[in-house]
């Protein structure tokens, strides 16, 4: 591996790498005990240190600008979402007074200062960023954010007309007074509370009223050509500031101020009292946009005794208040790298690749009969696991298809040949996951398609979500009958096959097949939990299994014997796993964690965790990729799942974990999916002991990017 040193990329690299950063205790490691709390790093902190590297993309001049300014509106979302889940589920422990803390015994309300306190400085460096760095930027390329005070008459004039002909028509001012209380405020939707003068025709005189956003109406408009350019854009927000005081005639706006509420929006379905997944899921749906409050998001021009009413009106302190220098809805700036077309500006365009001899051969079936085919998205293409399905929905000889759905995305393929198998008269079953979250309505839309065409619909277990990716293909071939089958690391999904690193692999192997078809039994049918030949499976054996892997390695070190663990993932958090490896650390096996997000475990504490190196890779493509290998005195055991290494995914999810035993796509697994990211030396982020990250630069190799050399190795 190229030697690398650990500089911050970006300016204050060091400040911000050790905000969220404790001080990490060194032991003595003759008495050292690896469940020692202080050895965790805790979840919801480990959260904002991710989003703090995804910003920092943000600032990366390699990076072309377009994508610079998606990476702030990822980071902008992602801290939506933590708002939405992570601080809504924190505060209810608050509120009913609930004595539990973290898994390193941080009580919730202990949490929750230190989540304000990081969450601040992430929140006020997107800022900055926006518009210090990106705004400037943008105008040096021609492209212009136009602000109300630099609008030129022609400007104002076509602002105007669009105000009338567009939004007038669709805004509704609320008043407020005794007939008009105060709204109910709908999730992370876009609002305007207006300090009015003077009196209405009915002599009221409130001096507020609140106006909501259109939720139709685009956020960012592009002015036309002749007023300025091709890419001249104005804001939502700014045209109804211009033109509010026209919602109120008679009367005199002072002031106009932005606001946005973020809500608890975790859905709560309680497995002892569920008759109807899908109607108990249905009715929670409504419930999301009107939660508790969770955050308040003012424009900073904002004065103290309005921001300290919304406050009262929603039920908040001014802790959760967050005063913000532009727009409240940071994320919806992702529409302006749409509207502008300059490929220049963006990643470059590829075309991932095709297995020559899936190119070669229109049967999916005798492809995959002819050996294995394992897909390395999205440097190869997803066009083969639709093509797998789709001939599976036509073929006369497929006698049925059974699969999981997770997330699947709109007008999907897939499921456009499920349905079109099931009208065929093929038993087609689908597990449909209703609680993937964020994508509830989308799921429960979908359940209800596919049994309109007779599809046989099943939700999974109560109590468990379904996260294993599989597809199984029954098929009649002379006199035997014969299953293929498809698992992956992702969802089935054809937008992000373009944009995760995930893998699939196809087979027609039995014990794989025959193991698939015992998972869905599972799913769909009641019985007893049989043993399984190949795969590993939550909430069953992965965990322990692993635990067993780990401990062959530790006592392959004991032994004087090489001992190596190389794990890639999306978040490490269970303590048990953690444990295994700090003892595994102790006994000289190398470890080396590829971790894209979170990271509760601490690498490089002398005794506890020295032969542990932890690294995450953030780049164009997001990482999630699942991928164990044990090195077993040279066997070396290469295994893919749909799970992370957390509790969630061990204990309360339906997961899969599947060997790749074939040596040439082992080998390429190995190659491409492990030891090329533990070369990258560009777009790597190493982990410190005290849980704050650096960028890796390389010292005396060349740059090296494991995304870019798959891209030049895999895609055409």
Not at 34 to 41: E, G
Not at 344 to 373: A, C, G, Q, W
Not at 671 to 688: E, P, S
């Amino acid at each position: 591996m190229n030697k690398t040193s650990t500089e911050p990329s970006a300016p204050n690299g060091d400040v911000a790498a050790n905000e969220n950063a404790t001080a990490t205790p060194t032991p003595n490691t003759a008495t050292v005990d690896i469940r020692n709390t202080d050895f965790l790093v805790n979840r919801e902190l480990a959260v904002l240190e991710f989003n703090r590297r995804v910003l920092a993309q943000a600032l990366d001049e390699t990076v072309p600008l377009l994508e610079r300014l998606r990476f702030l509106c990822i980071c902008s979302t992602n801290l939506d979402e933590f708002f939405e889940i992570r601080v809504g589920g924190i505060k209810q422990q608050v509120r009913y007074a609930s004595p539990q803390s973290s898994q390193d015994n941080i009580t919730p309300n202990e949490l929750l200062a230190r989540i304000n306190q990081v969450a601040r400085t992430l929140v006020t460096e997107q800022y900055r960023i926006l518009n210090e760095v990106l705004i400037p930027a943008l105008k040096h390329e021609n492209i212009r954010i136009i602000r109300r005070d630099h609008w030129n008459e022609k400007q104002a004039a076509w602002i105007k007309r669009y105000f009338n002909a567009e939004l007038l028509p669709v805004l509704t001012p609320i008043g407020l007074d005794p007939a008009h209380p105060f709204p109910r405020i709908l999730n992370k939707s876009l609002h305007f509370i207006v300090a009015l003068e003077g009196k209405d025709a009915f002599g009221r005189d409130s001096g507020l009223a609140v106006v909501q956003a259109p939720r139709s109406s685009p956020r960012i408009i592009r002015l036309p050509k002749e007023y300025g350019g091709p890419n001249n854009f104005i804001f939502l927000s700014s045209i109804i500031h211009a033109h509010v005081g026209d919602l109120f005639p008679g009367m005199k706006s002072t002031g106009c101020y932005q606001f946005r509420v973020t809500r608890n929006s975790d859905l709560f379905v309680d497995p002892e009292d569920v008759d109807d997944l899908l109607r108990a899921v249905e009715g929670e749906l409504n419930s999301r946009h009107y939660g508790d409050a969770v955050r308040l998001e003012v424009a900073d021009n904002c004065p103290p005794q309005i921001a300290q009413f919304l406050l009262r009106q929603i039920h908040l302190a001014t802790d959760d208040l967050f005063q913000v220098h532009g727009l409240v809805n940071l994320n919806r700036l992702s529409a302006l790298i749409d509207l502008v077309d300059r490929p220049d500006l963006k990643y470059p365009p590829f075309t991932p690749s095709v297995p020559l001899r899936v190119r070669n051969n229109d049967d999916m079936f005798e492809v995959i009969r002819s050996d294995d085919v394992l897909l390395h998205h999205p440097f190869e293409s997803f066009t083969p696991v639709v093509d797998f399905i789709r001939q599976a929905a036509r073929d006369p000889q497929v006698l049925a298809i059974k699969q999981s759905l997770y997330r699947t995305g709109p007008e999907s393929s897939i499921v456009q040949a499920l349905m079109e198998a099931a009208r065929l008269g093929k038993e087609v079953t689908v597990v449909v996951e209703l609680r993937a979250r964020f994508d509830e309505a989308a799921n429960v839309d979908l359940a209800h398609q596919l049994q309109r065409v007779g599809a046989h619909v099943v939700y999974g277990v109560v109590g468990y979500k379904t996260h294993a990716k599989l597809a199984l293909v029954v098929r009649r071939e002379g006199r035997r009958i014969r299953r293929y089958a498809h698992l992956g690391t992702g969802n089935y999904h054809a937008r992000t096959a373009r944009l995760y690193t995930d893998y699939g692999l196809l087979t027609c192997d039995d014990f794989i097949c025959e193991d698939v078809h015992k998972v869905f039994q599972q799913l769909t049918g009641l019985g007893k939990a049989t043993k399984l030949k190949r795969l590993l499976q939550s909430p069953f054996t992965l965990h322990k299994t692993m635990l067993e892997l780990i401990k062959q390695e530790i006592e392959f070190a004991a032994a004087g014997k090489p001992a190596r663990i190389i794990a890639k993932m999306n978040s490490l958090v269970e303590p048990q796993i953690i444990q295994a490896l700090y003892e595994a650390s102790r006994a000289g096996v190398k470890i080396d964690l590829i971790v894209r997000g979170v990271c509760c475990l601490r690498p490089g504490i002398p005794g506890v965790s020295d032969n542990i190196h932890v690294r995450s890779i953030i780049g164009r493509f997001l990482e999630h990729t699942r991928v164990f290998y044990f090195y077993r005195c040279g066997e070396e055991l290469v295994y893919c799942s749909s799970a992370d290494w957390m509790e969630r995914n061990f204990f309360r999810r339906v997961e899969v974990c599947f060997p790749i035993e074939n040596k040439r796509h082992k080998d390429r697994v190995i190659k491409f999916g492990l030891m090329a990211y533990l070369a990258d030396n560009t777009q790597a982020w190493l982990m410190q002991s005290d849980g704050s990250y650096k960028r890796a630069r390389s010292s005396t190799a060349k740059p090296r990017s494991a995304q870019a050399e798959l891209l030049l190795k895999l895609a055409d």
